[in-house]
């Protein structure tokens, strides 16, 4: 079974110390900025799609083969290439979280044939690393949005609170005493654990960054750690097993892969979420019409009842819709992750 894999940042960022808070309101002013020019979308440049595609299109992964990202972009491609008339070559390119995959496709030429898929963290990378010569804002267009993936807090099996409200109240009573792994330093796993602290009143959970989704829940098991956020694809084989426990899922409502689990809207966190999620890009500066053909064609793939029952195999929901759509989701995810990046001072150097 394959899942989202999100390895912490590349070694050679290191964490920047805490800034003053002016500068960082800039910094994150200038991330909503580029959402909004997202959102209004380029002037209608010429630009003719009615030969599109003339070549093969490729779909690069910022993520070694295997993963569940490479997974999705290689179904997606074959239901493209039946769409579009053209083959799909889907290649991987990773490391440095993803910025080495970015900019082979800011630099690739803007027709339409060169894609980038990439996770949520994408959202948020210019806060991240603001000194990388990839931003999303700049150097790419939103497309579509492929699929979500719901995550799941999970708890080691002699955790006492077997509920969400249980173990806000366990948390309360016993500030710092309990800990929550995560895949590393920035990652999605991090921040919405840190949002669900916030949004729970403030509570006091250590954090303990792992090198990855295995080492995290193998820790969580052996109860090295007391809780993690997790995908739903990556957590069946330990919850079926016994070795950790479900508390609640991420998702607006419950996981068809854990439909016995209680969603956190189910709980006193009623607006807190925790999804995952996988979008396509393709380079700035491709012609509007360019943009619409592709998100025509990959809505159609996505849409290919195969594709969609594979996907769910693999515990992808398939999304799909406009560019419009997708580019405001990524100013809502900034706009929820993007003040807890600056009150961790996680920006590196």
């Known amino acids: 079974m394959t899942h989202l894999s999100s390895g912490s940042p590349s070694p050679a960022i290191r964490p920047r110390p805490p800034h003053p808070m002016r500068r960082a309101s800039r910094r994150l002013a200038a ?154 330093n920035g990652t999605p796993q991090h921040l919405a654990m840190e949002v669900l602290k916030r949004d729970a009143g403030g509570l006091k959970i250590q954090h303990v960054p792992y090198k990855g989704g295995n080492p995290g829940i193998v820790a969580t098991s052996t109860g090295e750690v007391d809780m993690f956020f997790i995908s739903v694809s990556t957590a069946m084989p330990f919850i079926e097993s016994g070795r950790v426990r ?17 969603t956190f809207a189910e709980s006193s966190l009623r607006d807190f979420r925790a999804k995952g999620w996988l979008g396509f890009f393709a380079p700035a500066r491709t012609p509007p019409a360019v943009v619409e053909r592709l998100n025509s064609l990959l809505e159609q793939a996505l849409r290919d009842d195969a594709t969609r029952a594979a996907a769910a195999k693999q515990g992808f929901e398939v999304a799909g819709g406009s560019a419009g759509q997708f580019a405001k989701l990524l100013a809502d995810d900034l706009a929820v992750y993007g003040p807890v990046i600056e009150q961790l001072g996680l920006a590196s150097k």
């Not at 910022?62 to 491609?77: H, I, N, Q």
């Not at 948020?124 to 931003?135: G, S």
């Not at 479900?246 to 209680?262: C, I, K, N, Q, Y």
């Open 31 to 184: 991330v909503a900025l580029g959402c909004l020019a997202w959102l209004a979308g380029p002037a209608m440049a010429a630009g003719d799609a009615a030969h599109f595609p003339s070549k093969p299109i490729r779909i690069i992964v910022p993520y070694a083969a295997g993963g569940g990202t490479d997974a999705f972009a290689r179904l997606v491609g074959e239901s493209l290439a039946k769409q579009a008339g053209q083959s799909v070559i889907v290649e991987n390119k990773p490391g440095a979280g993803g910025l080495v995959a970015g900019a082979a496709v800011a630099n690739a030429a803007p027709d339409g044939h060169t894609l980038l898929i990439d996770q949520s963290s994408i959202a948020y990378q210019p806060l991240l690393y603001p000194q990388a010569a990839f931003d999303v804002r700049r150097d790419v267009v939103p497309v579509i949005l492929g699929a979500t993936l719901d995550n799941v807090l999970l708890v080691t099996p002699a955790f006492p609170a077997r509920s969400v409200d249980e173990m806000i109240e366990l948390v309360r009573g016993k500030p710092d005493a309990f800990d929550y792994a995560s895949t590393g």
């Open 246 to 262: 479900a508390l609640a899922s991420g998702g607006d409502r419950r996981s068809a892969m854990l439909p016995d689990l209680p």
